[in-house]
C-alpha cells in the first residue's frame, strides 16, 4: 500500500494510522475501504480545520469575543421590527440577517465558541455483572491547568481531587469548565481514580497523587471507575455583576487555591456552573482564556458577609462609618465560628424578620433605618441595547454637600435642549414672579398628599410646612421624548427609580478624601449646603459629616450603582459625567436581567 506524494505533509495522526493499516495481515474490502478513507482529501481537509480550532496558545489573534452571536441577531431583528425605517441600507440590512445561510453561518459560530465539537461519549451502561467493575482508561496532554485537592496543587489537567470520607478512596471533585478534563468529555466528578501513568494510588493522599502528576512527563494517563449518571454538563448562560471584591489568595478554605478566579466589585461573570452549593465555576466576561475558575456561591458570601458584621461591628468615627446597622430592622442568624470548607447552610442563611415601616408618607432628612439591609454578593444581568426614542435616565446620588446638585447644573448647561430636569411640584403659594411650570409646577396640599399617597412621586419631602416632590410621569415624559433625564434625587428614592420601567443608569458621587475635601473646597470658596440662612464656608465637622454620609450610602445603596466619580476637581467630574453620558446612550450596557426579560 503505497501513500502518495500528496500525503508527505499530512497529519501526523494519519500518517501513524496508514502505518499501523499497512502491518494489518488479513485484507479484504474493509481494510480497502479504511486505506481509502484515510488517503482522500476530503478527511484530510476536516482533520486540517479541526487542528486549528482546537490548537492552543498558537495563534492570539483569532478567539471568539462572544458565544451568542445568533441570539445577538435575534435580538436585533427584534430591534428593528419596532422601527418604521424604509431606508434602502435598513432593508438591506434586514433582508441580511434573515436569510438562512447567514444565520447557519452564526449557529456555527456559537457551536465553535461554545466548543460543542469536542467529543462526548455516552456514559457507560450501568448493566455489567455485579462481581465486575467497569473502568475506563483516559489520556491528557498535561498543561498549564489545576489538578489539586484541598492542600497546595500544581496546575495539571483542569480538575481537582478528593478523598471520598466514605469510602476513604481518591475520587474526581470537581472538573473545570474549559479545562482539558472537560473538554475530554471522559472525565467526570464523582469518578474514583484507580490508578495514574501505571501507579495505583491505593491507600494514598490527594498530595501523593498531586506528586506523580508533576513528576509526569507528556501526557497522563488515568484509569478511573465512572460515576454513572453524571455526564458532561453544559455550559449555563447565566451572567452576574460581582457586588463585591474576591482574591482566592486570600480565602483560606477554597478547595484550590490555583483553580480561584480573582475579580473585583463591578465585574461581570459568566457563571457556567453552579452544581456545588459552595463553589461556583466561573470566567470574567470578555476573557479570552476560555478555563472557568472557583468563586463562592452566593450562598457562602452571604454566610460570610453576615458573619463578618456580626463579628466586626465599626464605629462611627471620624471618616469611618459604621457597617453595622442594629436598627434596621432586620435579625440574622450569626454562625458562632469562622466559616470552614463545608459550611452549614443552615448558619449561613438569612432568619427572616418582619422590617420596620416608617408611619409617615414623607421626610427629607436622613433617615434610612427603615431601608432594608442587602447582603451585596451577586446580581445576575443581561445586556440591554440602545433603543431609538428611549434614553435611560441619569441619575447622581450621593451624600449632601458632595457636589451633585452642582454636576447636575453643569451638565445641563453643556446642552440644555438634550440634558433635561424635571420641574418639581409643590404645595407652597406661587409667587408673583414665578409662572407655573417653570420653576415648580403649583398644586393644593390635598392634592399632592392624594398623589403621595398613590405613588406617583419618586421622591417626597417637607420644608417649612409645604411639600416638595418630583413625579414619576415628568420623569417618564422626558425619557420618553428622547432627551436625557438628569436626576439628583436623595438616595432613599433609588428604590422607586431603579424599576424595569425607567431602566436608570446611576452614578455615586463620591468625595475624595478628607484632606483633599477640606483642600479643594477651600480652595473654590464653596459655600456650606447644610445652612439655608445664610451663605457661610462649610465647617470641619459638615466635612466629616459628608464622608460619613458617604460612606452610608454606599453601604447601603452600592449594590445598585453604575459608575462611581470621585468629585474631587468639579471639571475632571464634568468630563467623567459626560464620557458616561455618550455610553448609556450609545452602547449596550449590563443591566439587571429582571429589566430585559
Not at 505533509?9 to 484515510?38: H, I, M
Not at 455483572?129 to 485537592?149: A, C, F, M, R, Y
Not at 470548607?341 to 433605618?369: F, G, M, Q, R, W
Request: overall charge negative; hydrophobic content about 35%.
Amino acid at each position: 500500500m503505497m501513500m502518495t506524494n500528496a500525503s508527505e505533509n499530512w497529519d501526523p495522526s494519519l500518517t501513524r494510522l496508514l502505518t499501523s493499516l499497512r502491518e494489518v495481515q488479513t485484507g479484504g474490502e474493509d481494510v480497502a475501504f479504511l486505506s481509502e478513507l484515510l488517503q482522500s482529501k476530503q478527511l484530510h481537509a476536516l482533520v486540517q480545520v479541526h487542528n486549528k480550532i482546537v490548537a492552543k496558545g498558537k495563534d492570539d489573534k483569532f478567539y471568539p469575543l462572544l458565544s451568542n452571536a445568533m441570539q445577538v441577531t435575534l435580538e436585533v431583528l427584534e430591534m428593528f421590527g419596532e422601527l418604521k425605517s424604509v431606508s434602502k441600507e435598513f432593508q438591506e440590512m434586514l433582508s441580511l440577517l434573515q436569510k438562512p445561510h447567514f444565520q447557519a453561518i452564526l449557529c456555527t459560530h456559537d457551536a465553535v465558541a461554545q466548543k460543542d465539537y469536542y467529543p462526548h461519549l455516552p456514559d457507560v451502561p450501568n448493566d455489567a455483572d455485579e462481581d465486575e467493575e467497569t473502568v475506563k482508561i483516559v489520556q491528557l496532554v498535561k498543561s498549564d491547568e489545576p489538578l489539586g485537592g484541598a492542600q497546595s496543587a500544581e496546575p495539571i489537567v483542569g480538575a481537582t481531587i478528593k478523598t471520598d470520607e466514605e469510602t476513604g478512596k481518591i475520587v474526581i471533585a470537581r472538573v473545570m469548565h474549559g479545562g482539558a478534563a472537560d473538554r475530554s468529555g471522559l472525565i467526570h466528578a464523582g469518578d474514583e481514580v484507580i490508578e495514574v501513568n501505571g501507579i495505583s494510588v491505593e491507600s494514598k493522599t490527594p498530595a501523593d497523587v498531586l506528586t506523580i502528576l508533576q513528576n509526569s512527563e507528556g501526557t497522563i494517563t488515568f484509569k478511573l471507575v465512572p460515576t454513572f449518571g453524571k455526564g458532561g454538563s453544559r455550559e449555563s448562560k447565566v451572567r452576574v455583576r460581582a457586588l463585591f471584591n474576591y482574591d482566592s489568595a486570600d480565602d483560606p478554605y477554597i478547595p484550590c487555591k490555583e483553580a480561584g478566579l480573582n475579580f473585583k466589585k463591578g465585574d461581570i461573570l459568566h457563571i457556567v456552573s453552579q452544581d456545588d452549593a459552595y463553589w461556583w465555576q466561573a470566567r470574567r466576561e470578555g476573557d479570552k482564556i476560555m478555563r472557568a475558575g472557583l468563586i463562592p456561591s452566593r450562598a457562602l458570601q452571604e454566610g460570610r458577609i453576615i458573619h463578618e458584621r456580626q463579628t466586626e461591628p465599626q464605629t462611627m468615627d471620624g471618616d469611618k462609618a459604621s457597617l453595622c446597622s442594629p436598627t434596621n430592622g432586620n435579625t440574622y442568624c450569626a454562625p458562632k465560628t469562622p466559616c470552614t470548607p463545608t459550611p452549614n447552610a443552615a448558619a449561613l442563611l438569612p432568619c427572616k424578620s418582619t422590617p420596620k415601616v416608617k408611619k409617615v408618607i414623607y421626610d427629607i432628612k436622613e433617615n434610612d433605618d427603615f431601608d432594608r439591609e442587602i447582603i451585596p454578593t451577586y446580581e445576575e444581568v443581561a445586556r440591554l441595547y440602545p433603543r431609538p426614542g428611549f434614553v435611560r435616565p441619569i441619575v447622581l446620588v450621593g451624600a449632601p454637600g458632595v457636589g451633585r446638585n452642582e454636576l447636575r447644573r453643569r451638565l445641563i448647561a453643556t446642552d440644555p435642549e438634550k440634558y433635561v430636569t424635571p420641574v418639581p411640584y409643590t404645595s407652597r403659594a406661587q409667587k408673583q414672579s414665578e409662572q407655573n411650570g417653570k420653576e415648580y409646577m403649583f398644586v393644593t396640599r390635598e392634592k399632592m398628599e392624594q398623589d403621595i399617597s398613590e405613588g406617583k412621586f419618586i421622591e417626597h419631602g417637607e420644608y417649612k410646612g409645604n411639600l416638595y416632590g418630583t413625579s414619576a410621569e415628568s420623569v417618564e415624559t422626558i425619557v420618553n421624548s428622547g432627551r436625557v433625564c438628569v436626576l439628583s434625587p436623595h438616595w432613599q428614592a433609588l428604590k422607586m427609580l431603579r424599576t424595569p420601567h425607567l431602566r436608570p443608569f446611576i452614578v455615586f458621587i463620591k468625595p475624595p478624601p478628607l484632606d483633599r475635601l477640606v483642600d479643594t473646597r477651600n480652595a473654590a470658596n464653596a459655600r456650606s449646603t447644610f445652612d439655608k440662612e445664610c451663605s457661610r464656608a462649610f465647617t470641619e465637622e459638615e466635612f466629616r459629616d459628608i464622608i460619613r454620609s458617604s460612606t452610608r450610602i454606599n453601604f447601603l445603596y452600592g449594590y445598585m450603582f453604575d459608575e462611581e466619580i470621585v468629585n474631587e476637581e468639579l471639571a475632571s467630574a464634568l468630563s467623567q459625567l459626560l464620557k458616561i453620558s455618550w455610553r448609556v446612550q450609545s452602547e449596550p450596557l449590563w443591566v439587571p436581567a429582571s429589566w430585559i426579560q
